[in-house]
T-cell receptor
Framework: DVKVTQSSRYLVKRTGEKVFLECVQDMDHENMFWYRQDPGLGLRLIYFSYDVKMKEKGDIPEGYSVSREKKERFSLILESASTNQTSMYLC?????????????FGPGTRLTVL | AQRVTQPEKLLSVFKGAPVELKCNYSYSGSPELFWYVQYSRQRLQLLLRHISRESIKGFTADLNKGETSFHLKKPFAQEEDSAMYYCALDSGAGSYQLTFGKGTKLSVIP
């Protein structure tokens, strides 16, 4: 069964802290994505990666960075958390061999920045 | 640039009534379109894709290139259909990104 896991379901951090959100997939997928999900704004792509050590900016990369050192793991980093980064963060993966470019999502991490 | 528009943030229907969730897209090529669904406390998952012309959980969606629409329909709504629905577009040509709409929350009233 396809599986995308995220390190935390809920996270509370303080303004200015460095925050790491981890995502792991066990499907040997090439592509991985980080989205934030906000009411009324839908899913917005932050960063994505189509290979190890490769990364591309999405629609809203400001204030975020990513790391992909291994194929199965894609990390989202908030260098200095701010209150406007309070959101639900979703990780997803897809593979070239997967029909129709279907993306498989993790359960999400709800981050609150105080 | 490609864009997906879901004009309704919230749609409420009575159980047994027909449902139509609207989706319009903007893209000059031949897109592939999807509907994703997120039930309460569950992860976002693929519901259906236009290319396979399938019916999932009684839902269907037809791609209308003339109207650039991909509306999701079900003849008789069930309470378990209450969820958040997102329309998504893949521009194709080897792209691996999806462009999502802002979502429509469907509430089925018992």
């Amino acid at each position: 069964d396809v599986k995308v896991t995220q390190s935390s379901r809920y996270l509370v951090k303080r303004t200015g802290e460095k925050v790491f959100l981890e995502c792991v997939q066990d499907m040997d997928h090439e592509n991985m994505f980080w989205y934030r999900q906000d009411p009324g704004l839908g899913l917005r792509l932050i960063y994505f990666s189509y290979d190890v050590k490769m990364k591309e900016k999405g629609d809203i990369p400001e204030g975020y960075s990513v790391s992909r050192e291994k194929k199965e793991r894609f990390s989202l980093i908030l260098e200095s958390a701010s209150t406007n980064q309070t959101s639900m963060y979703l990780c997803a993966s897809s593979g070239w061999a997967v029909a129709y470019n279907e993306q498989f999502f993790g359960p999400g991490t709800r981050l609150t920045v105080l | 640039a490609q864009r997906v528009t879901q004009p309704e943030k919230l749609l409420s229907v009575f159980k047994g009534a027909p449902v139509e969730l609207k989706c319009n897209y903007s893209y000059s090529g031949s897109p592939e379109l999807f509907w994703y669904v997120q039930y309460s406390r569950q992860r976002l998952q693929l519901l259906l894709r236009h290319i396979s012309r399938e019916s999932i959980k009684g839902f269907t969606a037809d791609l209308n290139k003339g109207e650039t629409s991909f509306h999701l329909k079900k003849p008789f709504a069930q309470e378990e259909d209450s969820a958040m629905y997102y329309c998504a577009l893949d521009s194709g040509a080897g792209s691996y990104q999806l462009t999502f709409g802002k979502g429509t929350k469907l509430s089925v009233i018992p």
